[in-house]
Each structure stands twice: as C-alpha cells, then as structure tokens.
C-alpha cells in the first residue's frame, strides 16, 4: 500500500508539473501572438504605409519570450525526468486536477495570478481578431500594455484575488465608450473560450460568467444612457438635428472633415484606394443629409446594392463611426448632437455589411433546422412559456411583474409565445420593435431579466429541450435584453446623475420639506396598512415607533437637514426574511404615496433611484431561489385534475357514499333520506373538489361547524379513509395520487372530530366528579 501511494503521489506531482509547463507554453504563446500582431499593424496594407514600428518594444517582448522558452523547455525536461522515475497512470491525476473546489474564490478555481494573467492575454488577443469588438482594443502598443493591465487589475480582485483595481472607476472608465449589450455578451463568450483552451474547470467558468455578469451595467450603462436619450430625442423629429449640425452647409463640412481623417486612417484607407473620392463626397453629402434629417432629397443606388461584394466588416464600420465622432468633435458639436448622429448612422449598418434585420437575424440554423425547430416547434414553445409564468409567479425577484388578474397575464403569454415563436425563426407575429415602448415604463433591471433567463433554460430542461438549441435561443434572448431593461436605466441614470450633481435638497424641497415628508409618511402607511402582501410586517404595538424611525431614515435620505439617530438598517432588518417581491411591493406604494403628496415625476423618479440603494441592507436574509422546485410545483397537475376533475370527483363520491352506507362503522351517519343524500352527495363533491385544488365556492372554513354536533371521531375519520382507499384503487387511481388526495384529507381530521373530542372531554371530566350528578339530571330511578 506504501508503495502504491508513492506511485499515486508522483503521479499526481507529474501531472501538475505538466499542467504548468501547459499554462507557461500558453504565456508565451500569447507574448508571440501580441508581436505579431504588433508586427501585422505596422505593416503596410495594399501598398499604402503602415503604422511605425516599435523596434525597442519588440526587441524587449522577444528578449522576454525567448527567456520564457528557456525556462519552458527546462521545464518540459524536468516534467519529462520526474515522470520516468514516477511511472504512469495518469489518469488519475487527471481526474483529480479536474475536480473543482466551490468553496475557494474563483481567482483560485482559475488558478491564480499566473492564469488569469495569461487568459487576459488570450482574451486580448481572441478581441483583435474578431471584428466585432476589435475596434475597443487595437490601440497603439502603449495604451494595448495599459489596457491589459488594468483588465488583470480588474479581475485579480474582482474574483477575490489581490485588489489592484479601485471598483469605482470601472463605470466612469466605459461611460462614454459605445459599448453594447451585445458587445458585453460576445466578451464573455470569448472570455469562456480562452478559459475552456486553459483548462478551467467547466463550473468555475460558469460561476465567472454569473459573476461577470454583474457588473454588465457598469460596462454598458453610458452608451445605454446616451443611445436613449438621442432616440427620445430623435422620435420628436429629426429636423432639429439637421439644423444643429448647420443645414446642409454644416454636413459638407462635416463630410470633408470626415474624409480628411479616413484618408489617414490605416485601418480604412484601403477600402478608399482607387475610389473616385470626390464622386463618392458628392454622394453623400445627399445621402447623409437626407439620414440626418433634412429634405429627402437622395435618388442614387440603394445604399445596400452600393456595398454589395466590398466585405465589410463590424470593424470597418466602427472605424468609420469612430471616424464621424472624431469629426463632429473636432468642429465643436455638442455631445447630444454626435450620440444622435451615430444613433441614425447605426440605422444602415445592417444594409451596408448585408445583414437581416430584426431579432430574427440572430436565430442559428443547424443542419437545416431554425431554433425553433429544434426547440421542438411551436407547441413546445407554448409549453415552455407556460412553464415559465407558473415558475415567475413563485419567483420572489420577478413575481411583482406579474401580480396581475389571469386574464392579462393570458394576453401577455400569448404575446411572449408570439415573440417567441419568431425570434426563434418562425412566423413573425409580433414585432420585436414593439418590445422597447412596451417595457420602457416598467423597473426592469439586469437582475430581473437575469432571472427571466433563469427560467427559461429550466423550463428548457424540464422539457428536456436540446441543449445546443437551448444555447442558441439564450443567445437570441440576449439581444433584446437592451429593449427590456433601457427604460428603467435611463430613469435610474439619469436621477442618478441629478442626484449626484445637485444632492437631495431638491428633492426634499420637491415633496414639501418637513410637512411634505410628514404627509408622505401618513399616505405611505395608509397604502401599505391595505396591502395584504406586506401588511404584516407593519403591524403590532410597535408601529408607531417603527414609523417614526422610518420617517426619520426616509426624511435623511430625502435631503432633510437632520441626522438619522436608528439603528444600521442591516441590523433592524436582520430578524426578517423580506424577500425581491416584498421590497417591490413597498417601492409602488412609495411611487403612489409621492404622487399624493405632488411629486413630480422626476422627482419620484431620484427618490426610486435613492430607495432603492437600500435593497441589499433590507434583504440581508435573501434566501437563494430553486426555480427547478419552484417551476415543477406550478407545473404539477392538482389531485383534482389527476382524479378525473368534475366527472371524476362526482363518480368517487357515488361510490364512496354506497360503501359508507354499506359499512357498520359508518353507516348511521350517511343514511338518510333520499332527499338528505342528494343534497348530502353535492356537498361533498364541492367540498372535495375545493380540497383538491378544482374551482369551487366551498369555504373550507366551514367544515369544523358542519360536523361539531355530529359524534364522529378519529376512529369514524380513519375508517373512511380506510372507504376512500378502496374506492380509489377500485377507480384505478395510480398509488400516488391516492396517496396525495389522503394526504390533503388528513388536515381536517380536526375540523371533522373536534365537536365529538371536545363533548366527550367535558362529559369525562363531569364524571370523574362522581356519577350522582348524572343519575340526578336523568331523574333518578323514574327517569
């Protein structure tokens, strides 16, 4: 055994020495990969010049790498000498390098400084070649060294490494780069990608991407903001646009302009080589005044059929959107106007790189097969939609949603299979255009489509759903998360930026001051005292002393000029289990209390944004959600389904009556006249029926009155139980649901026996106080 556990022990040592020599190999793979892709920039394309070239930088990359070779090959050698004095097997160091430990921090499952450093690499380097993001990293050598720094910086601490990062900067570092939800996702797809070649276990990969997922906003946020705003603005009409860049004069200038600096850019000159430049200025002087707002005036080619065949790809046309920012800057063009000029240049990106537009577009085709149809068509997708709102309804971080009467939320599944159904690749019959205004004025937020994904990929997997397409149609979904989630951060954006600019004296100002907040606090409770969802948090004898402390913190934040004297909201809610759909509740009553008070809605709009930073202190016992459980419970039919529904429950009941009328144990309490036993037989299947889960007016409060004169005890209830049982495996009921239907009967086995127990209790104490009392009350002898 010693023996063996030497052999075990030097085989798992090879196996980690190898997986080093595999991560250094990987580190100077990617050294090499970052020169030439320096080398590549410098070089001059289609004859015109290249970019000069950093001769000192390269000639220290190469130094550094042909050191990192040497230590490489020391290290293949001496791997290569331990494993011929440890012998083989292997495999089983394998199988235990690929075990993941959940409990250390995600800087350690990647392995450390050393991977994460060298995945920043092959991250950085997988950006520059793919032309969607590429536009975001090719820099000058310089500023490509910073980026990846900060990139490594930012993710030591991040996942719970070193800190090297200050968090704080991350939003204000990417609030005015244009950089999507879309660009986010194909980032951390990428970052998957140089993880998977690295050899990171599956499920730290998956927790990276939870985890990297949340600071989605931070990235995205600015271009959102900003892209918003220009559309708001440009739905009013793009006449002011035109005017604001100078009419037709001011595009000419601007086009010139944009020209001069095309003609110097390395990365789009070529496509211009050999153009007739002053023919194709001429063009779109028209063209874009026509784009930007001003007389309709363009009648050359379709702008399509103008760049059929040219091959252009995401990059070019960032470049050269790039390029229009650059010089609308460069004549002094305020800030709104360029994200408006941008916003409408984006309009033809499809049609000038030959795309399908529309959510569709984005819908994979496998083997011939849509997304769709490998989800299993139509019929499947109603039944995953249907899944998913029994799975929100249960679901405490979206629930608020859809607190709403049965008959809309079957309007809105429809609306969501009809969406569905044509993102997915079938007949478009609702336009995801329509997806932007119909969500815009709702608080929808990251982490509510977050969680919307959730379910859908476990209602996927409940329908055992192929898990390519499952992927494909995830990905689909993550284009509309902007139309989704863009009202909401807009509004919180903007409050916050107000807030941030100006405080909160305005606001405190905005709902009267002191007597303001005072009124707000009398409506705030008056919503909340009629609300059942959460009422009862807000009950007891401590009310008022909760009121006023809450008054007091909400005055604070508020803006009033008074200092919070409580206790850390952390704490005064630490022997609570307030939940998402708990807090959600209380912000609509907060929205509703302000509006009573006169609020505006920009202000109601900064007190949201200000209350709702208080979320994670007030849920500090959020419990982690099981949408699995959650999602199979909604979807399990009730016994009254499974037992056959009306005709079933009705059939039971006629069987069940003759066998209780038949049995000596029970049979004084059901034979009665034929008029009783009808009224008698009704009774019991609305009862039933209500019991197990079928539509019935029967108040279930009532049985306890019903049967309190009656002698029935446990023994009576267990025998017709015993007759139920019967009845049922005569019916052909399968074992489970009989066991579940006499599972919802035993509850009211007190209901039913409580009257008898509670008379036979008093009877029993009245006798052991002797007997003569009875005999007296019976009237003696004669009686």
Request: proline residues 2%.
């Amino acid at each position: 055994m010693a023996d063996a556990s030497k052999v075990v022990g030097a085989v798992d040592k090879t196996y980690s020495d190898i997986q080093t020599v595999k991560t250094r190999m990987t580190g100077v793979t990617g050294q090499l990969n970052q020169l030439k892709v320096a080398v590549a920039t410098a070089l001059p394309t289609d004859g015109g010049k290249g970019s000069s070239l950093n001769v000192a930088f390269v000639r220290q990359q190469l130094a550094k790498a042909k050191e990192d070779l040497a230590k490489f090959r020391e290290a293949v050698r001496d791997a290569a000498e331990k494993g011929d004095s440890g012998g083989g097997a292997v495999g089983g160091g394998m199988r235990k390098a690929m075990k993941d430990d959940k409990s250390r921090t995600l800087y350690e499952r990647l392995g450390g400084d050393l991977n994460i450093e060298t995945a920043v690499e092959m991250l950085y380097n997988k950006a520059l070649q793919d032309s969607r993001v590429r536009s975001f990293f090719e820099k000058n050598q310089r500023k490509m060294m910073n980026i990846r720094k900060r990139m490594y910086q930012f993710m030591s601490g991040f996942y719970g490494g070193p800190a090297l990062y200050d968090m704080a900067n991350l939003k204000p570092a990417h609030y005015h780069m244009n950089v999507t939800d879309y660009h986010f996702d194909v980032m951390l797809d990428l970052f998957a990608k140089a993880l998977t070649e690295l050899g990171v276990h599956p499920d730290a990969i998956k927790d990276v991407a939870a985890a990297t997922g949340k600071i989605r906003k931070d990235i995205t946020t600015g271009c959102t903001v900003r892209m918003e705003l220009a559309k708001k603005n440009m739905e009013k009409g793009k006449d002011g646009l035109f005017k604001r860049l100078g009419g037709q004069e001011g595009i000419v200038v601007f086009i010139d302009r944009l020209y001069d600096l095309i003609a110097v850019d390395n990365r789009l000159k070529s496509k211009f080589a050999g153009k007739d430049i002053k023919k194709m200025k001429e063009g779109q002087y028209v063209y874009m005044t026509e784009l930007l707002g001003g007389p309709k005036v363009y009648k050359g080619t379709d702008i399509a059929e103008i760049h059929k065949g040219v091959g252009l790809t995401d990059y070019e046309f960032d470049c050269f959107l790039g390029n229009m920012e650059k010089a609308m800057t460069g004549l002094g063009m305020e800030d709104e106007t360029v994200d408006e000029v941008i916003i409408s240049s984006e309009e033809i990106r499809a049609a000038l790189l030959g795309r399908a537009t529309g959510i569709a577009a984005h819908a994979k085709v496998v083997d011939g097969k849509s997304v769709l149809e490998r989800l299993g068509g139509d019929m499947n997708v109603e039944a995953i939609v249907e899944m998913m709102y029994g799975g929100f309804r249960g679901d405490p971080r979206v629930k608020y949603f859809y607190e709403f009467s049965k008959e809309k939320l079957e309007g809105w599944k429809l609306k969501m299979t009809q969406f569905l159904v044509g993102a997915f690749g079938g007949p478009v019959t609702y336009a995801d255009n329509k997806l932007r205004l119909a969500h815009y004025k709702f608080n929808i937020t990251d982490y509510h489509f977050d969680a919307f994904l959730e379910n859908f990929f476990v209602s996927c997997e409940l329908m055992e759903s192929e898990s390519t397409a499952v992927s494909d149609a995830a990905e689909v979904l993550g284009h509309v998360r902007k139309d989704i989630t863009s009202g909401c951060t807009v509004r919180l954006e903007v409050a916050r930026k107000r807030v941030e600019s100006a405080g909160t004296d305005g606001l405190f100002d905005a709902v009267g001051g002191a007597d303001g907040l005072k009124l707000f606090m009398e409506k705030l409770y008056e919503h909340i005292c009629k609300d059942q969802r959460i009422q009862h948090y807000f009950s007891g004898s401590k009310l008022d002393a909760v009121k006023a402390a809450q008054g007091q913190y909400l005055s604070v934040i508020f803006g009033a000029p008074i200092q919070y004297t409580g206790r850390p909201l952390d704490r005064v809610h630490a022997v609570m289990s307030i939940s998402d759909f708990e807090f959600d509740c209380f912000l609509e009553h907060a929205q509703a209390a302000l509006r009573d008070v006169g609020a505006d809605s920009n202000s109601i709009d900064e007190a949201i944004v200000i209350m709702e930073t208080a979320r994670r202190d007030v849920l500090i016992n959020r419990k982690p959600h099981d949408v699995r459980k959650t999602q199979e419970a909604a979807s399990a039919k009730t016994v009254y389904e499974r037992l056959g529904g009306e005709s079933g429950i009705t059939n039971f009941v006629e069987q069940m009556y003759a066998k209780a009328t038949a049995d000596v144990r029970t049979k004084s309490f059901f034979e009665k006249n034929k008029a009783k036993v009808s009224v008698h037989k009704k009774q019991l299947v609305s009862f039933l029926t209500k019991l197990f889960g079928g539509p019935s007016s029967y108040e279930l409060s009532d049985v306890r009155a019903a049967h309190y004169t009656l002698n029935l005890s446990d023994y009576h209830f267990d025998c017709l139980l015993d007759i139920f049982s019967a009845v049922f495996k005569e019916m052909g009921v399968k074992p489970k649901d009989m066991q579940d239907a006499i599972a919802a009967l035993q509850p009211i086995r007190a209901d039913v026996t409580t009257g008898y127990t509670v008379r036979m209790e008093m009877a029993r104490k009245n006798v052991e106080k002797g007997k003569d009392q009875l005999f007296k009350r019976l009237g003696n002898s004669e009686g």
